[in-house]
């Protein structure tokens, strides 16, 4: 209550209106399975392009499982074909399962490594993730800056304008033309205090322990004469396997790892640490840079210069190319690992780290509404693979169960016959699943041949289209499939006569209407959860509706909260009847909304609990289109 203590006038708001419900996405979509890179345990990012997942997850190239199983990329097919469809935005979890066994030439975990060793320093440059995409080329090539040395009059003492503390720089002394490889030395700059001068000013050294003095250096306006004091800095360039894919350039990076600006770390340890500042950093930055036995720049140098012999004279030369003054170093070892089992799909949660993987990173995502796991029923039809891919369809569906706003896209097994999949669809009864079949074939633009991708892709992004250019509640069905150019088996309509009863979605090619998705049934046995879009409507209803009314939470439970309450529902229904997604023609027929007394006792007032009941007549599509034609005489009355 407010408090009244002075006399005055007080102007307060109230609200005579009703909370409104917002209608949530329901196009949001999660992919699993494994990939060519990118993250495993990382908190999951929406990916809203397929230039996005190849940034992240790798290129589109073919995996290769156990170092010689060889599959297709179905990860991106699926996110190339979801996004060719109409989808928006997309989370992918991937999943990776190291070798058991690997051979001397891969790396245990997976992520290609390569190190650089002179003296007691070592520079171990590392793939970030796991996979045979990470067998990158990296550049490191040194960059020698202006000369910071300056005078502001021949009497006034030295300056060095521009240096920072730990910086490593190349001093120049007079004498040495710079047109000529000159004497130099390598040193790291400190600032310090100095007690004669009783000035702040920079001493420089090559090793800890011999000093160079700012104060003995000796600048001239002439560039070949004067004594020169220049920055290095190093410029790290990282290119991928796959020429189809852009480079990553990292400019301007200190050599040694204390080196700060404003009070933030820019060495190349600091930029390729092995945890980053930030999320976007841990999934986007290719590898992790470790130095061994080099406290300050000056060994990473040093460790440079000896794996380029010519570069210490082609880094003091101006007209040497950035070619001339770099180390390259190929990483190797990076491997698919194992094709992963159902056991990674399942993933884990770590309470300790709040580590996530699997369809345990998805639980922590609200706004997804589609899942699926393309490139798992790949060999369904092989006995060795088929109790994995039983397990993947399994927790699919329990995930979706759980989470409840969500609908599983299952795909049928490559090269089943009706027989087969219709054995395979006699293990599955659930509404929040749907089962399509047969595989989609399209021009491999990796091989250039056809080849037969799972549907899931297609039809997540076919779901997304539908929700976009007309509804939650239309049957995402009657829908183009761009991209095919075949079906893996091409099904007439006593064939698909068998298969729809049975709740399996099929594709079709029709004459003059091209390649079709032709079924919009889930895999349950209850009538009354048929239709996929029946499903999905419900989980946008019930989901906006409970986004919409957390404010209702620990209000006082009486007959105002519940007035409240039936209006800011009814409102929300009356938008979706006069949108066209009710059955009825007046809104009394279409839906209903009723919370009182008649919907709670007194023990759940008690107890804190406010029971509302909302009845809502949905719409179910024209899936059976019938056409009654008798004759008809000119004297019929």
Not at 213 to 219: C, D, G, I, K, V
Not at 466 to 484: F, G, M, Q, S
Not at 517 to 543: C, M, Q
Request: glycine letters at 8%; proline letters at 6%.
């Amino acid at each position: 209550m407010p408090e009244y203590l002075s006399p005055g006038v007080y102007v307060e708001e109230v609200s005579y209106r009703a909370k409104t419900i917002e209608g949530l996405s329901t196009t949001t979509t999660g992919f699993i399975g494994p990939t060519r890179y990118g993250p495993v345990s990382l908190p999951l990012d929406v990916v809203t392009s397929i230039g996005e997942f190849e940034r992240t997850y790798g290129d589109r190239q073919q995996l290769q499982f156990d170092g010689q199983e060889t599959l297709h990329n179905y990860m991106w097919h699926a996110a190339r074909a979801f996004f060719e469809q109409g989808g928006t935005r997309l989370y992918v979890s991937r999943v990776f399962t190291p070798l058991t066994t690997p051979p001397q030439n891969l790396s245990a975990d997976g992520a290609a490594v390569q190190t650089i060793t002179s003296g007691g320093t070592s520079i171990v440059i590392k793939a970030r993730f796991p996979g045979d995409a990470g067998n990158m080329h990296v550049r490191i090539t040194l960059v020698l800056g202006e000369n910071v040395l300056s005078q502001d009059s021949l009497t006034a003492p030295p300056k060095a304008r521009g240096l920072y503390d730990n910086d490593v720089v190349a001093l120049l002394f007079q004498g040495s033309p710079l047109n000529s490889p000159p004497a130099a030395v390598f040193a790291t700059a400190e600032s310090y205090f100095d007690p004669v001068s009783r000035l702040q000013t920079w001493r420089f050294t090559p090793d800890g322990t011999t000093f160079y003095q700012l104060a003995n250096m000796h600048p001239n306006t002439d560039r070949s004469l004067g004594d020169h004091i220049r920055v290095i800095t190093a410029n790290v360039t990282v290119y991928p396997n796959d020429p189809n894919l852009s480079t990553w350039v990292y400019s301007g990076l200190a050599l040694d790892r204390n080196h700060q600006i404003n009070g933030a770390s820019d060495s190349i340890e600091a930029q390729f640490a092995g945890a980053p500042d930030s999320l976007g950093a841990a999934r986007t930055l290719p590898i992790i840079v470790t130095l061994t036995g080099a406290d300050t720049g000056i060994g990473l140098l040093n460790t440079l210069l000896k794996a380029n012999p010519f570069l210490q004279s082609t880094l003091l030369e101006q007209q040497s190319t950035d070619v001339d003054r770099s180390v390259d170093i190929v990483l190797a070892g990076g491997n698919d690992g194992e094709r992963p089992v159902a056991s990674q799909y399942e993933g884990t949660a770590d309470p300790a780290t709040i580590v996530k993987t699997g369809l345990k990173q998805f639980e922590d995502i609200d706004e997804i509404s589609i899942v699926a796991a393309p490139g798992s029923t790949y060999l369904y039809n092989n006995a060795a693979w088929r109790d994995e891919a039983a397990t993947i369809f399994s927790l699919l569906i329990a995930h979706s169960e759980l989470m409840r706003y969500r609908i599983s896209v299952l795909d049928s097994g490559d090269n089943q016959s009706i027989a087969d999949v219709r054995a395979l669809r006699a293990k599955l009864d659930s509404s929040y699943a749907a089962l399509y079949y047969p595989w989609v074939t399209i021009l491999d633009p990796v091989t250039n041949k056809e080849i037969n991708l799972p549907p899931s892709g297609f039809v997540a992004g076919i779901y997304a289209r539908n929700d976009i250019t007309r509804a939650v509640y239309k049957a995402p069905a009657n829908e183009v499939v761009n991209l095919a150019i075949n079906f893996e088996t091409v099904l007439n309509k006593a064939q698909q006569d068998v298969l729809n009863p049975l709740g399996i979605n099929c594709f079709r090619f029709f004459e003059d209407r091209g390649y079709r998705l032709w079924g919009a049934r889930t895999i349950s046995s209850d009538p009354e959860w048929k239709y996929v879009n029946l499903r999905r409507y419900f989980a946008y209803l019930e989901h906006s509706i409970d986004k919409g009314t957390q404010w209702a939470v620990f209000e006082p439970n009486g007959p105002i909260l519940w007035a409240n309450i039936r209006r800011t529902v009814s409102d929300f229904l009356l938008n979706e009847f006069q949108n066209g997604a009710l059955l009825g023609d007046k809104p009394e027929t279409s839906y209903f909304v009723r919370c009182d007394r008649t919907t709670m006792t007194q023990n759940d007032i008690d107890n804190g609990r406010m029971v509302c009941l909302v009845g809502v007549a949905a719409l179910r599509p024209a899936e059976f289109v019938i056409f009654r034609i008798g004759q008809w005489t000119a004297d019929h009355q």
